[in-house]
């Protein structure tokens, strides 16, 4: 079974089991982008949104449904039943009625109006909202817009932080502590590029998990507990304060859970040290070598060049790239004697070499072009 099959599977079973109507439901009140529609025939594949903000999706508090589908606006009904847990359900969509301006190709905007009639049952899963439709028909995938007003405020207040410091003549620390419900706890701690985390979570709710966000992320984890059995073991790419996210999954949190857990982090290694601007100039008010544009494929974005800046940690090849797009999104990749070794992302890393210098690339699915003299210098 294809892995679009397997989670149209769970879709359809999480709509079926359980179900009981709610008037409230971990729907109601968010806002959504699309990211892919993610077809059953494998000839089609996966269509990729190239400007998730240009289709939305909000599920007002009173029903109704609010969409931007590209240039057009709409709007319509919708009822849920949600599963037990509330993370997953049966959903429908009543008439969608819309504007009809003609939109550029490829005309998303058609085909997103006529597939919502279709929708039967929707799955939140890993902070992403999958809806499925009739008859293996395929699988919208959204992520969250910014939060609704209030939301930030809110977030806030369940949000712990704490320092974490090791003790003299260590280089690892055990943490013993508990969280409840929507808390979640951020443990900070200041790491150098070239150095070895270590991180591991255990808890007494099997709903226990921690992401790892690198230096100045608020959200964009390099590390998924999920996804890698809250255990991490890999070396940083950059030099700032990482944060150690440690949560309960959406159902758990919802019901007012709790959890006691133990986080066990280590930190090795000698940071792999900025060559100092009296070596190699920095650029003025910046902590970086360089800055050129290369060509790049972010996922979920349009843009096809990006700015690339370096920190020289050598002229053996040893440095920080940073790639950024669209403002505020970047990527971060360490380079060690000529080879990308680490990078701030949780997908698989690959890269090949080439007369320019490499194509990095994570998953297959995004890629990057870093020019040779941007690391070596020259």
């Not at 921690?210 to 890999?234: C, S, V």
């Not at 006691?260 to 040290?273: C, M």
Request: hydrophobic letters at 40%.
């Amino acid at each position: 079974m294809s892995g679009r099959a397997a989670l149209l599977g769970g879709l359809l079973l999480a709509g079926l089991s359980a179900m009981a109507p709610a008037a409230s439901h971990e729907l109601a009140g968010t806002s959504w982008q699309l990211l892919a529609i993610q077809s059953m025939d494998d000839a089609q594949g996966t269509t990729r949104v190239h400007e998730p903000g240009r289709f939305t999706l909000e599920f007002g508090r009173d029903g109704r449904a609010v969409l931007r589908l590209d240039c057009n606006r709409g709007s319509g009904t919708y009822q849920v039943q949600a599963a037990a847990d509330g993370s997953s359900g049966a959903l429908s969509f009543g008439p969608i009625a819309a504007t009809r301006a003609m939109c550029p190709p490829p005309h998303l905007d058609e085909r997103i109006a006529r597939d919502l009639a279709h929708v039967r049952s929707y799955l939140l899963k890993d902070g992403r909202l999958y809806l499925s439709l009739l008859a293996d028909g395929g699988i919208y995938e959204w992520a969250p817009l910014a939060p609704l007003p209030g939301a930030a405020a809110k977030q806030d207040s369940e949000r712990i932080v704490r320092p974490v410091q090791f003790g003299k003549g260590s280089s690892s620390t055990v943490i013993r502590a508990r969280i409840v419900g929507r808390q979640y706890i951020d443990y900070e701690l200041r790491a150098g590029a070239g150095q070895r985390m270590t991180v591991s979570l255990e808890g007494s709710n099997g709903a226990t998990y921690f992401n790892l966000l690198p230096p100045a992320a608020h959200d964009a984890a390099m590390a998924i507990g999920e996804q890698i059995g809250n255990r991490f073991d890999g070396l940083l790419p950059d030099d700032g304060v990482y944060t150690i996210r440690v949560f309960l999954y959406r159902a758990a949190a919802r019901r007012n859970e709790a959890s006691d857990f133990t986080l066990a982090i280590g930190v090795t290694g000698t940071p792999l040290r900025p060559v100092p601007a009296a070596t190699d100039a920095v650029l003025p008010g910046t902590r970086h070598h360089a800055r050129t544009t290369t060509p790049c494929e972010p996922l979920y974005s349009q843009a096809r060049s990006c700015e690339a800046l370096v920190v020289r940690r050598g002229f053996d090849g040893t440095a920080t790239v940073v790639l950024r797009w669209d403002g505020d999104r970047q990527r971060r990749i360490l380079f060690v004697r000529g080879e990308p070794k680490a990078a701030d992302a949780p997908q698989a890393m690959s890269f090949t070499r080439n007369e320019r210098g490499w194509r990095v690339s994570f998953n297959g699915e995004e890629h990057f072009e870093i020019p040779e003299p941007l690391v070596y210098g020259g």
